[in-house]
């Protein structure tokens, strides 16, 4: 077994501190972006290839324009170099690369905590190149909210956005409300392309989880590169019903049956301590379901190469590894109460509320790197860079680097 990093071992260096908390977070291809929880709301969007000199390292800081107005959802959109925040009074507002107010989407009722874009596949295939910005096009936009008590304000919303090269001009247009998607607020929205054996193709597809014990797919049809907004149609493909409110979900490329043709799989936890394991390539088929794995299961991994799985435990403190194909479990580990996750080809990081940083090793589980009193808060967000660096934000106000030399 190799040696264990201590926390004194390890080198940490603070990207930003006195923020107050962290309201909205997006770990992008090349920058990550957060919200504050300062009086001014501030927006932080920050270049991760410069973190050795923070100071140089950020690109890009937008007070809020409201009076004592704080963020609560954040998304930089690295391509057509956009801001979109949403805020505490139920409105998304879009940045330039300046700092400059754009466009104002209206349409919640509630503070948007979940901000997602959809772009077509020559968008996609143009980022391959990393330096490519568009200087004009279209996108897709796709809010949600997890105000619970506002029952007319629980489901999708999409929004066109289109960039001129004109002045930069932004325009905009809420195109529909995907209806009857949910009882209570949304939890997550996650964007993928899955293969739908019932159209013979891969589709892009959005997926939204909520408070109500749902997971509903949307197929985005007639989706192409000429992106004409009015032929776009958007059809309920599966809805999926847990017990107990869904607290994390993935969506990852695996192989239940050991041939060379991967599935597309989504792993669901619940608050209540279940999981539900799908493959949505074999007809939406349930694979596999375990109940109280966890007094409640708080976020999840999924590792589709290695058919393993991993779901973090709040009240339990359990980290615990699994074998997709028949659910038998690998490992368990004491660590806290786990408040996110994150993971390398090789690694797994944890989070906790407790303000502690632990990465494992993926098959076995030993201990590798212990970031104990890096953060005196609860550590909110957790990613890694690579598989030598970890990035985390606490509630303590402070966003750092750690490198696992």
């Known amino acids: 077994m190799s040696k264990v990093l201590t926390s004194e071992e390890i080198q940490s260096r603070s990207v930003a501190r006195n923020l107050g908390g962290i309201r909205g977070w997006h770990f992008g291809n090349k920058y990550v972006t957060f919200g504050s929880n300062e009086s001014d709301g501030t927006v932080y969007v920050y270049d991760m290839g ?78 391959n190149d990393k330096s490519t910005i568009r200087t004009k096009g279209s996108f897709l936009l796709i809010s949600g909210s997890i105000d619970e008590l506002k029952k007319n304000d629980v489901d999708p919303v999409i929004w066109q956005i289109e960039k001129s090269d004109h002045n930069e001009t932004i325009y905009t247009k809420k195109i529909t409300k995907l209806d009857n998607c949910h009882q209570m607020g949304i939890t997550k929205i996650l964007i993928s392309n899955i293969y739908v054996t019932s159209l013979n193709k891969e589709i892009p597809v959005i997926i939204s989880s909520s408070l109500d014990g749902t997971v509903v797919i949307y197929s985005v049809e007639n989706f192409t590169n000429n992106f004409q907004v009015d032929k776009l149609t958007f059809k309920s493909l599966q809805k999926f019903n847990c017990e107990g409110g869904i607290s994390d979900f993935v969506i990852e490329q695996g192989d239940f049956t050991k041939t060379d043709l991967l599935d597309d799989i989504l792993l669901i936890t619940t608050y209540s301590g279940n999981v539900y394991l799908y493959n949505l390539s074999d007809n939406f088929t349930n694979k596999l379901t375990l109940t109280k794995v966890h007094n409640s299961c708080e976020s999840c991994l999924m590792d589709g190469e290695r058919m393993l799985f991993y779901t973090g435990g709040g009240t339990d403190s359990l980290l615990k590894g699994w074998n997709a194909i028949d659910g038998k479990l690998l490992f368990e580990i004491d660590i806290g109460f786990i408040t996110c996750l994150s993971q390398s080809p090789y690694k797994i990081v944890c989070g906790t509320q407790e303000g502690k940083i632990a990465v494992y090793d993926k098959i076995e589980g030993n201990l590798l790197a212990d970031l104990d009193q890096k953060h005196s808060a609860s550590v909110s967000h957790i990613e890694f860079m690579g598989n030598q660096i970890v990035l985390s934000g606490s509630e303590d106000g402070t966003v750092k680097f750690h490198i696992l030399k």
């Open 50 to 127: 410069k973190f050795e000199n923070p100071n140089e390292a950020m690109f890009l800081m937008v007070r809020t324009p409201f009076n004592a107005i704080k963020p609560t959802s954040v998304y930089y959109e690295e391509q057509y170099q956009l801001l979109i925040v949403g805020y505490e009074n139920n409105l998304i507002i879009i940045f330039d690369k300046s700092g400059n107010k754009k466009a104002t989407l209206r349409g919640h009722h509630s503070p948007v905590t979940q901000l997602q874009v959809l772009k077509t596949n020559q968008d996609n295939n143009d980022w």
